[in-house]
């Protein structure tokens, strides 16, 4: 019930290309559902955020996808670069009032030039 | 603004030895916590702090003790190393309880740390 599933581990792309990563949760209870990316060496950081009473949030290249029903969210990275190499996390807020995050095992991005 | 600093960058263990990881953050953030990071393990929550003071367990807590005297700071302690605790650790700190992009999750660049 508090997992987030995240797919798949590692992705490849080739520049110009389209980059989608997938996440499923259980818990209806969530409300709340980030991305983060993380670069290596440094920390993650927070990339774009959606709520499930919309369906889509669009912010430049990244766009969150969001089925409430099927509970599954996706991230995609359309005219991907190879700036956008690094990992991502998906996320979804645990309930309650403490504010704890729990992320998925994240995806590992690859694109090539 | 620093955001929030970790030391040391990399720390090498023997089994048995204990020590602390040093979070600081200057930026009045009511709520701060540390992560664990393994390969294709994700981002695991170990202990967080929704103010100075309150300290609660998360999801991997054992081995491991924190406290929050100050707003500013959230060290984490090993108590007695094992390999198993070998990992990237990373504290993170937020503005305030509530979800929101006007609060996001601020984290650190990371601990490195390997138990022998």
């Known amino acids: 019930q508090q997992q987030v599933k995240q797919s798949p581990q590692s992705l490849i792309v080739q520049k110009g290309g389209i980059s989608i990563i997938n996440c499923a949760y259980e818990?209806?209870?969530?409300?709340?559902f980030p991305w983060y990316q993380q670069f290596p060496g440094k920390g993650p950081a927070l990339l774009i955020a959606?709520?499930?009473?919309?369906s889509e949030k669009k912010e430049g290249r990244f766009t969150i996808s969001f089925n409430k029903s099927a509970k599954q969210f996706s991230l995609h990275i359309m005219d991907s670069q190879p700036g956008d190499s690094a990992t991502y996390f998906c996320?979804?807020?645990?309930?309650?009032?403490?504010?704890?995050?729990?992320f998925g095992k994240g995806t590992k991005l690859s694109v090539k030039p | 603004n620093a955001g929030v600093t970790q030391t040391p960058k990399f720390q090498v263990l023997k089994t048995g030895q204990s020590m602390t990881l040093q979070c600081a953050q200057d930026?009045?953030?009511?709520?701060m916590s540390w992560y664990r990071q393994d390969p294709g393990m994700g981002l695991r929550l170990i202990h967080y702090s929704v103010g100075a003071g309150i300290t609660d367990q998360g999801e991997v807590p054992n081995g491991y003790n924190v406290s929050r005297s100050t707003t500013e700071d959230f060290p984490l302690r090993l108590l007695s190393a094992a390999p198993s605790q070998t990992s990237v650790y990373f504290c993170?700190?937020?503005?305030?309880?509530?979800?929101?992009?006007?609060?996001?999750?601020?984290f650190g660049n990371g601990t490195r740390l390997t138990v022998t």
């Open positions: 993170a700190s937020r503005r305030t309880l509530n979800r929101g992009n006007n609060s996001p999750l601020h």
């Open positions: 818990n209806t209870a969530f409300d709340y």
């Open positions: 959606i709520r499930p009473d919309v």
């Open positions: 996320a979804a807020w645990g309930g309650g009032s403490q504010g704890n995050l729990i």
């Open positions: 930026m009045n953030h009511e709520y």
